[in-house]
């Protein structure tokens, strides 16, 4: 059964930082990976994306302040997230694709939909002024 599951969630005041993980079990570890957000009443925005050979792509809004990378022995999905802002506030949601090749960084920064295989649950991030 394929579970990708996040965790380093929380509240911080602007300006602060936090780093999401997501841990993925139960299928090949896909290098198709994502880092999505949700607010009620808003869009699904890809935020960060990784593929197989290491290239990564962010979306304009988060650019130069958040960081997405991974670590393959272990299955591990990271996004670091610094010089927050109350508007980064979210549901966060880590997502894995298994298609090949992976179009999903240019997706994310062009701000494109992409559909993806599997996703967890998220973690809630919430950012005060």
């Known amino acids: 059964q394929v579970q990708l599951v996040e965790s380093g969630g929380g509240s911080v005041q602007s300006g602060g930082s936090l780093r999401l993980s997501c841990a993925a079990s139960g299928y090949t570890y896909s290098s198709c990976m994502g880092w999505f957000r949700h607010v009620p009443g808003k869009e699904r925005e890809g935020v960060a994306a990784i593929d197989s050979d290491g290239r990564t792509g962010y979306a304009d809004s988060v650019k130069g302040r958040f960081t997405i990378s991974q670590d393959n022995t272990k299955n591990i999905l990271y996004l670091q997230m610094n010089d927050l802002k109350p508007e980064d506030t979210a549901m966060y949601f880590c997502?894995?694709?298994?298609?090949?090749?992976?179009?999903?960084?240019?997706?994310?920064?062009?701000?494109?939909?992409?559909?993806?295989?599997?996703w967890g649950k998220g973690t809630l991030v919430t950012i005060s002024s």
């Open positions: 997502a894995a694709d298994l298609a090949s090749p992976c179009e999903l960084v240019h997706a994310v920064e062009t701000g494109d939909d992409y559909v993806m295989d599997y």
